[in-house]
Nanobody, 125 residues
Framework: QVQLVESGGGLVQAGGSLRLSCAASGRTFIVTNIAWFRQAPGKEREFVAVISWRGGPTDYADSVKGRFTISRDNSKNTVYLQMNNLNLEDTAVYYC??????????????????WGQGTQVTVSS
């Protein structure tokens, strides 16, 4: 089994920054990609960013390009999402997600094998 534990959400003013963390444990050798999705109230869960678990390629949703950065610390089996210049539309529950069995990066919720518990990010004006 693989376990994902997220942390780092909270309340921030527009224009501010937050860093989310996703710590993976267990049989992490099977993981191919770690992604972040988010879900705002009344909306569908949407892709935010993804990184290859073994390091390397990253991809972002157009809405966060240039503001968010996904990275990985191999020594800690942890993936980070650095979020800068946050705006009101970034308010959502953010989910860390793992994919295995396929090497291509996930961009849809159906591509995900395991979800984290979610962490709330609220941006205020």
């Amino acid at each position: 089994q693989v376990q994902l534990v997220e942390s780092g959400g909270g309340l921030v003013q527009a224009g501010g920054s937050l860093r989310l963390s996703c710590a993976a444990s267990g049989r992490t050798f099977i993981v191919t990609n770690i992604a972040w999705f988010r879900q705002a109230p009344g909306k569908e869960r949407e892709f935010v960013a993804v990184i290859s678990w073994r390091g390397g390629p990253t991809d972002y949703a157009d809405s966060v390009k240039g503001r968010f950065t996904i990275s990985r610390d191999n020594s800690k089996n942890t993936v980070y999402l650095q979020m800068n210049n946050l705006n009101l539309e970034d308010t959502a529950v953010y989910y860390c997600a793992a994919r295995w069995g396929y090497s291509d990066p996930p961009r849809r919720p159906d591509d995900i094998n395991l979800w984290g518990q979610g962490t709330q990010v609220t941006v205020s004006s």
